[in-house]
């Protein structure tokens, strides 16, 4: 499979921005998905992910009430809507896929990347 995220863009603080994550070549069905952001000098960090099967979804403390992730099945795409944005949410965001029910926050077991597309907020 194949990811392709898109939807980042220059925001100012207190905004919105909505990022996809859609998938080629075969489904989301029986994987999880998972947003990490990586700013600067900074280490990849968990946003959110999503289990596609059931919908269980789990957040990064530091967007948890801001952020939410969500699927389509029809159009085999994730979302992740970014609301209340800070300076601090500034990063390259990626989207991530892998094999099974669970939604690790660790980079590494994630089989699957798509490109990235950056975020930038303005203060």
């Known amino acids: 499979v194949q990811l392709q995220a898109s939807g980042g863009g220059l925001v100012q603080a207190g905004g919105s921005l909505r990022l996809s994550c859609a998938a080629s070549g075969r489904t989301f069905v029986n994987h999880a998905v998972a947003w990490f952001r990586q700013a600067p000098g900074k280490e990849r960090e968990f946003v959110s992910g999503i289990s596609w099967n059931v919908g269980e979804t789990s957040y990064g403390r530091s967007v948890k009430g801001r952020f939410t992730i969500s699927r389509d099945s029809a159009k085999n795409t994730a979302y992740l809507q970014m609301n209340s944005l800070t300076p601090e949410d500034t990063a390259v965001y990626y989207c991530?896929?892998?094999?099974?029910?669970?939604?690790?926050?660790?980079?590494?077991?994630?089989?699957?990347w798509g490109q990235g597309t950056l975020v930038t907020v303005s203060s």
């Open positions: 991530a896929g892998r094999y099974g029910g669970a939604i690790p926050t660790t980079a590494p077991v994630y089989t699957t």
